[in-house]
Structures are given as C-alpha cells and as structure tokens.
C-alpha cells in the first residue's frame, strides 16, 4: 500500500483562527490531491497540484485557503481565518500521475472550529 | 447537482449474501470509474477500477460499466460483516484531463451477521 502522511490527526481552532495542516505524499508520486469530507460522506475535490505547481482548485480555497507544495516530499493546507463550517475531515492524496492512476489517500487531518 | 451520483443510499444485506450498489455520471466527459471503500474511521482505499465497457472480476466483487450510459455497478457476492463501509463511486475524465476525482456522495453498505 502507498504511504501518504498527514499531520497533525487532529486539530481544534476557534472560529477566526488560522489553521495549518502537513502532507507527504508517497515516494516518486508527483500528483497531489486535497479533499475535503464532512460527515463521513462526499468527498469534495479542493485543489491538485502537479510536480508542485497547484493546476486546479475550487473557488473557496481560492478565496480562503492557502495550498503550497514547498517540495516534492512536503505539501501544506492552511485556512486563513476559520469558520464552523470549516469543520472537516481534510484528506491528502497522491498518484503517480496521470489519467489512469490510483489516488492513495493517507489518514486525514480532522479539524474542528469551535 | 451531483455529476457523480450513487444508490442506493444505504444498503443491508445478511453475512453471506449479495450487495448490489450502482453509480451514474451527469457528464458525458468521464472516461474512467473507480471504487473506493471506506471503513468507520478510515481514510478511502481502492477498491476497483474500470476503464473499458464489460465486467471486471476480482475475488468477490465484479464491477461492470456501460460507457454509453456512463453506468456502473459494484457487485459483492458472499457478503461478509468486514464488508460493512461506506463505498464511494469516482470518476474522471474529459480534455485536460488532471486525473483529478469526482467523488458521489457514496453508499453505505452495512453486513449483517
């Protein structure tokens, strides 16, 4: 199985703090993606980056978030000023790249805004 | 509205019998479908992958896809209590294609001994 780290597990903030979550996604993989999950259900896509240049992301972490990928063994998901609706299970994933490719997620970052 | 959309919602079925889940994308640009599983507490795992019209087969589970329909369906005979979790359909594809997944708001598939 892949190996993708995420930290730390766990994360509480009050609303309007800013919060910093880590990745390291798995050795040679060069895709990272970041996801969002609330209640244990859909999936929702935030932003991909390719060989560490961030390619695709949604409006919110536009507007809100901040995404870097500092190198190919360290990714980083913060949010600027949280909200309760922040409240979330933030997933990593990374792939090989390409179309066809598995993504392998790690164990996530659950963040809670009081 | 969903592009990628799943049901049923929610599943029971006896140890030992056969769970049924289907999956449906809204957007003709999909090309591939994957299946992921994920157990209480646990981050998503593949689980299939289908690329082509037919069936795929592994162990027990057999995925099929219609491409014409952009429809596919997990199917696990001899359901096991271990089976329990929410399963997650994914799909990608299109020009400009990142290998970026829609995930659908899963089913979730509960085992009962």
């Known amino acids: 199985d892949a190996a993708v780290t995420q930290k730390p597990r766990y994360l509480i903030k009050m609303k309007g703090q800013e919060a910093e979550m880590k990745c390291i996604p798995e050795k040679g993989h060069t895709a990272v993606f970041w996801y969002q999950q609330k209640q244990s259900k859909e999936l929702k896509f935030l932003i991909y980056f390719q060989n560490q240049q961030p390619l695709d992301q949604i409006d919110m972490v536009k507007e809100r978030f901040s995404a870097v990928c500092p190198s190919s063994s360290l990714c980083s998901l913060g949010i600027r000023t949280c909200e309760a609706e922040d409240s979330a299970l933030y997933l990593c994933s990374s792939s090989p790249g390409g179309t066809q490719n598995t993504l392998y997620f790690g164990a996530g970052t659950r963040l809670s805004v009081l | 509205q969903q592009k990628v959309q799943q049901s049923p919602e929610s599943l029971i079925v006896p140890e030992g019998g056969m769970a049924s889940l289907n999956c449906t994308s809204s957007?003709?640009?999909?090309?591939y479908f994957w299946w992921y599983r994920q157990h209480s507490g646990k981050s998503p795992k593949m689980l299939m992958?289908?690329?082509?019209?037919g069936e795929k087969e592994e162990g027990r589970f057999t995925v099929h896809l219609n491409k014409a329909s952009l429809h596919t369906s997990l199917h696990i005979r001899d359901s096991q209590p271990s089976d329990s979790a929410l399963y997650l359909c994914?799909?990608?594809?299109?020009?400009?294609?990142?290998?970026?997944?829609?995930f659908g708001l899963g089913t979730t598939l509960q085992v009962q001994p």
């Open positions: 957007d003709r640009n999909v090309d």
């Open positions: 992958s289908i690329f082509s019209n």
């Open positions: 994914a799909a990608s594809g299109g020009t400009g294609n990142t290998g970026k997944l829609i």
